[in-house]
T-cell receptor, first 114, second 112 residues
Framework: AQSVTQPDIHITVSEGASLELRCNYSYGATPYLFWYVQSPGQGLQLLLKYFSGDTLVQGIKGFEAEFKRSQSSFNLRKPSVHWSDAAEYFCAVGARDSSYKLIFGSGTRLLVRP | DTAVSQTPKYLVTQMGNDKSIKCEQN?????MYWYKQDSKKFLKIMFS???????INETVPNRFSPKSPDKAHLNLHINSLELGDSAVYFC???????????FGPGTRLTVT
């Protein structure tokens, strides 16, 4: 069965510091992979996606993620965090069957220290 | 221009009532979804429609009934509301196929 694990419930970083949010997935084939961000009281905004090709993908707001097949991981990174990055981050796997549904991880809440 | 919109944004109601949440997308997408986000922020797919046809129905109680009058709209009707239905419900849309999904702002349902 498909599943997504985000092992960190909360992460706190100082403004200007680098960030890495972890995501591990379980899927029988190469999945479609996504990172979404949810600001308080808001909907989900797509940060970036991986379908195939280059395993390092660039997204909006200076985020990037790297797909590592051998580790079943798709970690999100940002070299310098801004206070406005404080939010909930969700990793998701997209099914490669006809449903194309998204299976979400449990989310990681990012707190940014001034 | 809001791409995926939901109404209402907040819904407070009593147990046993029936309520509906509406969703509209102006992106021209063929596929629409309903997700439920519980109090622990966990997001789970409920339903998916492709061009008005039900594609996914994920072990959701029969009290929940989606309706898609056209491919730009997907409404969610809930009968006999229970306390456990309290959650944030998100509508999303995407082109048909393995594409990213665009989410609405959510509807926070509180059942008292």
């Amino acid at each position: 069965a498909q599943s997504v694990t985000q092992p960190d419930i909360h992460i706190t970083v100082s403004e200007g510091a680098s960030l890495e949010l972890r995501c591990n997935y379980s899927y029988g084939a190469t999945p479609y992979l996504f990172w979404y961000v949810q600001s308080p009281g808001q909907g989900l905004q797509l940060l970036l996606k991986y379908f195939s090709g280059d395993t390092l993908v660039q997204g909006i707001k200076g985020f990037e993620a790297e797909f590592k097949r051998s580790q079943s991981s798709f970690n999100l990174r940002k070299p310098s965090v801004h206070w406005s990055d404080a939010a909930e981050y969700f990793c998701a796997v997209g099914a490669r069957d006809s449903s194309y549904k998204l299976i979400f991880g449990s989310g990681t809440r990012l707190l940014v220290r001034p | 221009d809001t791409a995926v919109s939901q109404t209402p944004k907040y819904l407070v109601t009593q147990m046993g009532n029936d309520k509906s949440i509406k969703c509209e997308q102006n992106l021209g997408h063929d596929t629409m979804y309903w997700y439920k986000q519980d109090s622990k922020k966990f997001l789970k797919i409920m339903f998916s429609y492709n061009n008005k046809e039900l594609i996914i129905n994920e072990t959701v109680p029969n009290r929940f009934s989606p309706k898609s009058p056209d491919k730009a709209h997907l409404n969610l009707h809930i009968n006999s509301l229970e306390l456990g239905d309290s959650a944030v419900y998100f509508c999303a849309s995407s082109p048909a196929g393995p594409y990213e999904q665009y989410f609405g702002p959510g509807t926070r349902l509180t059942v008292t």
